[in-house]
């Protein structure tokens, strides 16, 4: 499934040194914000990449993806809070966070179709939202700020996130696993039933395949990424708040996942990074940012539906 | 003395005013080719589908091999040995001929939560796969995607999807719909060649092939079933000549 | 438990059904009719308030600010949906989502553009002010009654409208045969226009209603969308009635939980607990109640029979 494709390869290969090489390359042009920037794409990378899975490959159109950044932050945040500081135990219970809420909510709204599914996604990440809003104790509406960043040692060993190139590369790294992870799934026996559901869910029935389990896993498994996103968002910026899971956020990954091409592995970072520096670079011109950018964005959808991907690439198979 | 492999007993099903399954009652037995014709509107595609599992009957029972399938989801009675192509062509057209093929290989090959290894490189998926396309003429589109290739080919996938499962019962809607004259031959050959080995229920406007392939006959008008036979029977019965000199020459001409 | 008190908040959820309602019914056709998911049906409600309040700061007059603002907000539905939201409907819903997503953020900062002030108000209307006697001894204040009132008048003038007249036939046959009713020589783009308006005015209309009980601010159609979304979803999606049953039922719910959902928890758990989780759980009573119905129900209370 994977084929070397020039002008795509090179691009996405590009991208890839693009933020390896970031650390160096920011001080060196004079704007180490940029280094931020950069840390910020590769989060919401993370992020995108694993809403693509259910959207982009599985056809489910989620509103609420973003409560499991939520789901991811506010598990870290709360047990720093309680002063339970050491990785090893918070990142395996965000993600078990994730995954349980992922399982229940998708039981749920997985029942329904089309624009019910959108709605109900929508409604059950308010719901979480809410629960972040009314949670007095750790900040509610105005967040809180976690003054410990994860803990990883192993006797002598230890990973200091504390410091910024560490935690930088430690992401990066991340990123590379999870679009390696993301790609193996693709491909996998079960990539193609997730693609087949998405194809042609009543044929897929058909042939013997039981769709709830299938778009049940996927779903799961998309929130744990999400929720591998979130607790790095939550240590990256040492802050957590509703905000992370309110709607506006989940709208804005469906965006970076169509930006960057709906249905590819690597198309969600591409998108993140255009989506960022755009937000960025608009931002700086006016206060008033959003005058433009939310035009772009409907022109997006009107004329560019398939993304930078599709500028590339005439229709093709998912590949790396 | 042959099994009955599948009992429809006082099956109904409406929609709204019109009654589209109306108190059938058919039985098939195994191995056997029967033909369901009938003129347009007659119910067929309606019949077929709750026998498949994508729409609930009103009313009635479907019994195969001596099991209450009634009520089952489609991807149950897959399982149990049921499998369907359909009228209006319904594959995976974002996908290769190959990958489509393999898909309903896959369904048959245990579960597939397996996440790592590439399905693509799965031999226990491609192999299986490219005999079937072998089998109904595709294995040089393979690697096509199922979108570009011709109407009749997509015809011929349709019949290797369902045949991927190793059905005992092959529910076939309209093989030739759309085909002409040399495809539908080439349908009919293949269908003679894997004739006996597996229980067809044939639903078919060409008269050609349905006299060739028919072991019985049945003729279904306004959601009931008004004949069964031999071809022969049915051919000479006044009843069914009735109901298709009201449709024209349509009939004879074929699709 | 005070009975007084129970009955001004049920009047209180009622009124806030009708405002729910008034957005609801204008997404439901919208949706039913044009197969169109418009995020941006917030957005008509917070210009309606905001053109409302400029009206009103210029004419003195409360009346005229509501008299001037419909068509005004009408008029800005029409020029979206002409230029730019036409193209969306033979699109996929998830287009239709993300676009007018993107025309939230364009109108939210439009308004802050336009009126740079941190938040507009319109004092209450003299002649609608205080409250009236309903007996048994409750006392409500009469513009909410008013607010009740209208929206009950603009029930039954949909109902009037979608059953009795030319229009409402007609776009009765535009919902369940788009391109039947074009054969036969309607003008399927002009119907769906004024569906559309008439939307926008509803929204608009609702946004003007709540503007002496709560300031205008950029982003407030946001919230209540998602809860007409929600209703819509409750009473099925293309029924007006299902809408107004739905937003009544989610009106009533949401005020009553917020009023009373910690009095009950009380009972059952130690204070701390209640405390904690009466805020939580009020406000996601509606979506509760909007996942318990899609279990049981996935298509909704009320869905129309033409889809």
């Known amino acids: ?320 | 003395m042959p099994e009955k492999i599948l009992q429809i007993q006082g099956l109904c099903k409406s929609f709204g005013g019109l009654t589209a399954t109306d108190n059938v009652n058919l039985d098939v037995f195994e191995n056997e080719v029967n033909a369901i014709i009938g003129p347009n509107g007659a119910g067929k595609t309606t019949l077929v589908a709750q026998l498949s599992g994508s729409l609930d009957p009103d009313a009635g029972q479907v019994l195969f091999a001596g099991q209450d399938i009634t009520r089952l989801p489609a991807h149950t009675r897959s399982h149990l040995g049921i499998a369907r192509s359909y009228q209006i062509t319904s594959i995976f057209l974002d996908l290769t001929i190959l990958e489509n093929a393999a898909l309903a290989v896959q369904a048959h090959d245990g579960h597939s939560f397996q996440f790592f290894k590439p399905a693509a490189e799965d031999r226990r998926l491609i192999d299986p796969a490219m005999e079937l396309l072998e089998r109904v003429g595709l294995a040089d589109r393979a690697h096509l995607p199922a979108r570009v290739v011709s109407h009749g080919e997509h015809r011929q996938l349709e019949i290797a999807m369902a045949l991927a499962s190793k059905p005992r019962l092959l529910l076939l809607d309209e093989p030739m719909a759309g085909m002409g004259p040399e495809e539908s031959q080439r349908m009919t050959d293949f269908l003679q060649s894997i004739k006996g080995t597996v229980t067809i229920l044939l639903i078919e406007h060409d008269m050609d092939a349905v006299f060739a392939l028919a072991d019985r006959i049945s003729v279904l008008v306004y959601g009931r079933v008004i004949a069964v036979g031999a071809p022969e029977e049915i051919r000479a019965n006044l009843d069914v000549r009735e109901a298709y000199l009201g449709e024209g020459e349509a009939s004879d001409a074929g699709s | ?307």
């Open chain 3, 1 to 307: 438990m005070d009975f007084v008190l129970l009955a001004e908040q049920a009047l209180n959820g009622v009124q806030l059904g009708i405002l729910l309602f008034l957005l609801a019914a204008g997404l439901t056709l919208v949706f039913g009719i044009m197969d169109f998911v418009n995020l941006a049906h917030g957005s008509f409600y917070m210009l309606g308030a905001f053109l409302f309040a400029t009206f009103y700061t210029w004419t003195g007059s409360f009346m005229l600010g509501i008299l001037f603002g419909i068509p005004a907000t009408l008029v800005v539905g029409v020029v979206a949906e002409i230029t730019c939201l036409r193209t969306l409907y033979a699109r996929n819903h998830l287009d239709q989502v993300l676009a007018t997503f993107g025309l939230i953020l364009f109108f939210n900062q439009l308004v802050q553009v336009i009126w740079p002030l941190d938040g507009l108000s319109v004092p209450m209307p003299e002649f609608l002010d205080g409250s009236v006697n309903l007996g048994l001894g409750i006392e409500y204040p009469v513009y909410r009654l008013m607010i009740i009132i209208s929206g009950l008048a603009v029930a039954f003038g949909m109902f009037f409208l979608v059953t009795r007249t030319r229009l409402g036939m007609l776009i009765r046959a535009g919902a369940s045969n788009r391109t039947m009713a074009g054969a036969l020589g309607v003008d399927i783009n002009l119907l769906f226009t004024c569906v559309f308006g008439l939307g926008a005015a509803l929204a608009g209309l609702a946004g003007m209603l709540v503007m002496p009980i709560i300031q205008a601010t950029s982003g407030m159609g946001e919230q209540i969308l998602i809860l007409a979304f929600v209703v819509i979803v409750i009473g099925g999606i293309g029924s007006i009635r299902g809408a107004f049953i739905a937003a009544i039922i989610a009106g009533i719910i949401d005020t009553l939980g917020r009023s009373f959902l910690d009095v009950f928890l009380l009972l059952l758990l130690p204070e701390n607990a209640a405390e904690a989780a009466g805020p939580a759980l009020s406000s996601m009573l509606i979506y509760i109640l909007m996942a318990g119905v899609l279990f049981f129900r996935p298509q909704g209370l009320f869905p129309p029979q033409q889809r």
């Open chain 1, 1 to 320: 499934m994977s084929k070397l494709r020039s002008p795509n390869v090179v691009f996405r290969i590009f991208i890839l040194l693009l933020c390896a090489a970031m650390p160096v390359i920011a001080p060196l042009v004079g704007e180490p914000y940029w280094v931020d920037i950069f840390m910020r794409v590769m989060i919401w990378a993370i992020a995108a990449i694993s809403l693509d899975l259910i959207l982009g490959f599985g056809g489910m159109v989620s509103f609420g993806h973003a409560m499991f950044l939520g789901i991811g932050g506010y598990t870290f945040g709360i047990l720093a809070y309680y002063e339970i500081t050491n990785g090893f135990i918070q990142w395996p219970l965000a993600l078990l966070f994730s995954g349980v809420i992922g399982a229940v909510v998708g039981a749920i709204c997985i029942r329904t179709k089309g624009v019910y599914f959108i709605m109900i996604t929508l409604a059950f990440a308010q719901m979480i939202y809410f629960l972040g809003v009314s949670a007095e104790e750790f900040g509610s509406d105005d967040g809180m700020t976690i003054y410990d960043r994860s803990q990883f040692a192993i006797g002598s060993v230890s990973l200091d996130l504390g410091d910024p190139l560490i935690f930088y590369y430690f992401t990066f790294a991340l990123m590379l696993v999870v679009l390696w992870l993301v790609q193996k799934i693709v491909n996998s026996r079960f990539g193609m039933v997730i693609r087949g559901m998405q194809s042609n869910e009543g044929r897929m029935t058909a042939i013997g395949f039981d769709p709830f389990r299938y778009k049940l896993v996927c779903f799961v498994i998309a929130g744990v990424i999400c929720g591998l996103a979130g607790i790095l968002m939550a240590n990256a910026e040492d802050f957590i708040s509703p905000d992370m899971m309110h709607w506006t956020k989940s709208g804005e990954l469906i965006f970076m996942v169509v930006l960057g091409g709906m249905g590819t592995v690597f198309g969600p970072v591409t998108g993140s990074l255009v989506f960022l520096f755009l937000s960025e670079i608009l931002s700086n011109i006016t206060h008033n940012w959003h005058l433009i950018f939310g035009p772009f964005l409907v022109l997006v959808v009107l004329f560019a539906r398939r993304g930078i991907d599709g500028l590339f690439s005439k229709r093709e198979k998912p590949d790396a």
